[in-house]
């Protein structure tokens, strides 16, 4: 039997990709033979939604090399060789029209580096990959309507490993790949740092001893009991809206 996670004709990933540099993205051929019989390589899908960018130069506009777990709030996860790409988001239109409009994720084995001189990448019509479009759709929910797969719901399969905060390895490669600039990065790991110590303070030490309330930084408590109000403002595209204060 032949596992999910079996690669076909897989190409060099450990490109080294750096914020700002220019790639090209393969034909659909190309890409299919990277794919198995999930559409996916290492565990990550790619979606019809991409194919338009086949054979386009684009710029590496961060690297990847971790993530946010927001299905399951586990916390930083580990992500190899991907990149996201200036300029590419989901359209949803092969995902029920959503319009969540999702940074897309790249494997580095869907690119190819374009080097000063390199010859314009020549284009080809658009291609239907059958099995992209069957594996977007899951079995339809208890009420029938139709529910589908996607890079956002398969991240947790695609990036396995979680990433602890004390691995400061990951700060470094924040600033090796030019993702922030040192201090940028300094400071994120003293936020990540101060938001330990306030969890850790709240398990053991005295309310009374607590530090702002043992609130992660940034400080923000809600004040209502109750149900949270909500409000309709008919607000249209193109409108320009006030974001309100924290008070």
Known sequence: M????????????AKGLRVGDVVEVLSAEEILATLDERGEFENLPFMPEMLRYCGQRLTVHKVAHKLCDTISSSGIRKMENAVHLTGSR????????????????????WL?????????????????????????????????????????TELLRAAPACLPARDIGQF??????????AFASLKAFRVVLFNRLQTV?????PRRLWFRNGLRWGFVK???????????LDLQPGEMVRIKTNE
Do not use: F
């Not at 032949?2 to 990933?13: E, K, L, Y």
């Not at 080097?115 to 314009?120: L, N, Q």
């Not at 809600?222 to 309709?232: A, I, N």
């Open 2 to 13: 032949t596992s999910n996670t079996t690669q076909h004709a897989p190409t060099d990933t």
């Open 90 to 109: 989901c359209d949803g239109t092969s995902h029920g029209g959503c319009q969540t409009a999702c940074l897309m994720y790249w494997k580095e084995a």
């Open 112 to 152: 190819k580096r374009v080097d000063v001189g390199d010859a314009d990448p020549v284009t080809t019509g658009p291609i239907a990959l059958t099995l992209l479009e069957i594996n977007t759709l899951k079995e339809p929910g208890p009420d029938g309507e139709p529910r589908y797969s996607c890079q956002a």
């Open 172 to 181: 470094v490669t924040d600033v090796k790949t030019g993702n922030v600039g």
């Open 201 to 205: 303070s709240r398990r053991a030490v």
């Open 222 to 232: 809600g004040q209502l009991v109750g149900p949270t109000p909500t409000g309709e």
